[in-house]
């Protein structure tokens, strides 16, 4: 079998195809890059809703987003309870309150969550070995995984030390963990019962929430209930399945505020500077070798004929270079994770998005580069 003409003029110098290579890689690792934080971005913000132990969730109308909810009077989820289909509904509040580091007295916002110390309606890493300590007055459960600004908490804790913080300038203590993780909207998250959340927030009328929790009996329609308790409340509240709280959340992120449009705008750039990269290598080697370009238009081949061995190139440098962008991007993901708290994960959707971008780059970087051949004369190569 005959190597293809594409194959043998990429390998022909391997100086230029190491070079080709690494700028397909780069522009792979960006574009993995942005649209992994953008996929981070949103499964932070959501980390709450994906972990809420219910069937369907009432909020109010005019929420946005989780970490920005408008109150409600809890009598409203309450009378929920009376359908036969909801074996539970129990009302969680929510809100910003000013965290003192303990070690060097800096003030940070830290995201607040109260919840009825029943049984756990949250399911996260810690909270069920943890959960019994709730009730306990004046404290807290703190996020592992929230950002060393708040202090050395997880550390200090695992040691037995006593961490006694001021929350909203009342005393509270830490007494357990769990892992929740921070978010673009939150830099740190902690747990406590409803009673210690209202002497956090002594302003704040005892009878509002943010968000009820309903959970249905074995068996019911979820879609069936929705609509019947949707009719028994107001407009002003709506009732969500956990697919659709989760993206009403994501959709603000995406639609609502610049971030979205950021990031994306970070992988049109990592698409532009691959397409020059491969751009230029193309073109240098369709100038070098356009005498035998010529001869073999002189010969004739057709310009498609040409066009066809430019793809060939294109489609080579393409999985040349997603390989190992592919292979950095992964440990790069593990990395972020790790050290910066974000759920940074390699899915399928996203590998075929990147490599279709890469291919899409350098097919389009190779039909420009032939423009040259396309307008050469042979008669005046010769």
């Known amino acids: 079998m005959r190597l293809p003409l594409a194959f043998l003029q990429l390998f022909h110098e391997k100086v230029r195809l190491t070079i080709a290579i690494v700028g397909v890689a780069?522009?792979?690792?960006?574009?993995?890059?942005?649209?992994?934080?953008?996929?981070?971005?949103?499964?932070?913000?959501?980390?709450?809703?994906?972990?809420?132990?219910?069937?369907?969730?009432?909020?109010?109308?005019?929420?946005?987003?989780?970490?920005?909810?408008?109150?409600?009077?809890?009598?409203?989820?309450?009378?929920?309870?009376?359908?036969?289909?909801?074996?539970?509904?129990?009302?969680?509040?929510?809100?910003?309150?000013?965290?003192?580091?303990?070690?060097?007295?800096?003030?940070?916002?830290?995201?607040?969550?109260?919840?009825?110390?029943?049984?756990?309606?949250?399911?996260?890493?810690?909270?069920?070995?943890?959960?019994?300590?709730?009730?306990?007055?004046?404290?807290?459960?703190?996020?592992?995984?929230?950002?060393?600004?708040?202090?050395?908490?997880?550390?200090?804790?695992?040691?037995?030390?006593?961490?006694?913080?001021?929350?909203?300038?009342?005393?509270?203590?830490?007494?357990?963990?769990?892992?929740?993780?921070?978010?673009?909207?939150?830099?740190?998250?902690?747990?406590?019962?409803?009673?210690?959340?209202?002497?956090?927030?002594?302003?704040?009328?005892?009878?509002?929430?943010?968000?009820?929790?309903?959970?249905?009996?074995?068996?019911?329609?979820?879609?069936?209930?929705?609509r019947q308790l949707q009719s028994l409340v107001s407009d002003e509240l709506i009732v969500l399945t956990r697919g659709e709280i989760i993206d009403l959340e994501k959709n603000y992120w995406a639609k609502s505020s610049a971030i979205g449009f950021i990031f994306r705008m970070g992988v049109a750039i990592g698409f532009l500077v691959g397409m020059v990269i491969v751009y230029q290598i193309l073109y240098t080697d369709v100038s070098r070798h356009l005498p035998e370009y010529a001869t073999l238009k002189a010969m004739g081949y057709t310009d498609g004929y040409f066009l066809k061995v430019v793809f060939q190139q294109s489609l080579i440098l393409s999985f040349l270079g997603f390989l190992p962008g592919l292979a950095v991007s992964w440990w790069l993901f593990g990395l972020t994770s790790k050290y910066a708290f974000l759920p940074m994960e390699m899915r399928a959707g996203g590998m075929a998005l990147v490599f279709g971008l890469t291919v899409l780059m350098c097919t389009v970087s190779g039909f420009i580069a032939m423009r040259k051949l396309r307008e050469a004369d042979p008669a005046d190569v010769f």
């Open 26 to 226: 780069f522009a792979s690792i960006l574009m993995f890059m942005q649209s992994g934080f953008e996929e981070a971005l949103y499964d932070s913000t959501a980390v709450i809703q994906q972990g809420l132990r219910g069937d369907l969730m009432l909020v109010s109308a005019k929420t946005e987003t989780i970490t920005s909810t408008r109150s409600f009077s809890r009598r409203r989820l309450y009378q929920l309870q009376g359908n036969p289909a909801v074996e539970r509904v129990a009302p969680i509040q929510m809100s910003a309150a000013n965290w003192k580091n303990p070690w060097d007295g800096t003030s940070r916002l830290m995201f607040v969550i109260g919840c009825e110390p029943r049984e756990p309606l949250l399911n996260l890493p810690g909270l069920a070995e943890n959960w019994s300590r709730l009730p306990a007055p004046d404290t807290v459960l703190y996020d592992r995984a929230s950002r060393d600004e708040f202090g050395p908490v997880p550390v200090a804790f695992e040691k037995g030390e006593p961490i006694s913080v001021e929350i909203n300038r009342r005393k509270v203590a830490v007494n357990g963990l769990f892992t929740m993780g921070a978010s673009f909207a939150a830099n740190g998250n902690i747990l406590t019962s409803d009673q210690n959340f209202y002497r956090m927030f002594p302003d704040r009328p005892f009878g509002n929430i943010d968000l009820g929790v309903i959970r249905l009996k074995p068996g019911a329609d979820v879609a069936a209930v929705k």
